[in-house]
């Protein structure tokens, strides 16, 4: 079963928006920490934004200002709205579902994740 489906992915020119998705599934959605990762070629998965169940949120220093984290109870659903994107922002960005948050932008033991869905900026 998908526990988690990315969304709003595509291709953007530098200082333009995005806003991606992420459906999760009710068990998944019942996590301590909901949160959005991004990877670039070579590079290790990094986390970016966090939301922990009270509604706290968190966020890398790459991001912080430009892109906000939210969720829709209603639809069991994860966005992150990314503004003033940068070419240093194509990445595939994944959702993730895990046990602890962290004020550091990322999920930890992390348990589920989207497939991925990819952003590219163009300068």
């Known amino acids: 079963q998908v526990q988690l489906q990315e969304s709003g992915g595509g291709s953007v020119q530098s200082g333009g928006s995005l806003r991606l998705s992420c459906v999760v599934s009710d068990y998944a959605y019942r996590s301590n920490c909901l949160g959005w990762f991004r990877q670039t070629p070579g590079q290790e998965r990094v986390g970016i934004a966090a939301?922990?169940?009270?509604?706290?949120?968190s966020y890398a220093s790459s991001v912080k200002g430009r892109f906000t984290i939210s969720r829709d109870n209603a639809k069991n659903t994860l966005y992150l709205q990314m503004d003033s994107l940068r070419p240093e922002d194509t990445a595939i960005y994944s959702c993730a579902a895990g046990r602890a948050w962290n004020n550091a932008g990322h999920c930890s033991a992390v348990t589920d994740w989207g497939q991925g869905t990819q952003v590219t900026v163009s300068s």
């Open positions: 939301l922990e169940r009270d509604g706290t949120s």
